[in-house]
């Protein structure tokens, strides 16, 4: 329970709103970074659905990446912030996004 007390919420909320604003004013570069990054987990949920489970590989990327950036913000555990961190995120969200097309082709050889 200490490490939910030691979470800043406001201070996530407010980081990721200013990330997300940031990328969608930089024009469309911005907005394909957030329509890829955002839609990963819903296509991989989707994939899921239909049972094509190479798709966990995506969600869990998508899920660690999420968490990593509320810690980013909500807590003091990188004590020098600076720019950068989110291309290697977006690398890991690129592979992501190649896993699931990989997935969404393969031809089911079960049916």
């Known amino acids: 329970m200490a490490l939910f007390a030691a ?3 406001e201070s996530a909320r407010t980081g990721i709103g200013k990330d997300i604003r940031v990328f969608a004013e ?3 570069f911005g907005w394909v970074a957030l329509s890829v990054v955002f839609s990963l987990p819903a296509v991989s949920v989707v994939l899921l659905l239909r049972r094509r489970w ?3 590989i995506p969600l869990a990327l998508s899920l660690v990446l999420f968490s990593l ?3 980013y ?3 003091d555990w990188w004590s020098n912030p600076g720019q950068g961190a ?3 995120a977006f690398m890991l969200v690129l592979l ?3 896993l699931v ?4 082709r393969r031809v089911r050889t079960n049916q």
């Open 7 to 9: 979470l800043d919420f």
């Open 96 to 98: 992501g996004r190649f």
């Open 73 to 75: 913000y909500a807590t």
């Open 54 to 56: 190479l798709a966990v």
């Open 101 to 104: 097309v990989v997935e969404a």
């Open 26 to 28: 930089s024009g469309v």
């Open 69 to 71: 950036w509320f810690a």
């Open 86 to 88: 989110w291309a290697p």
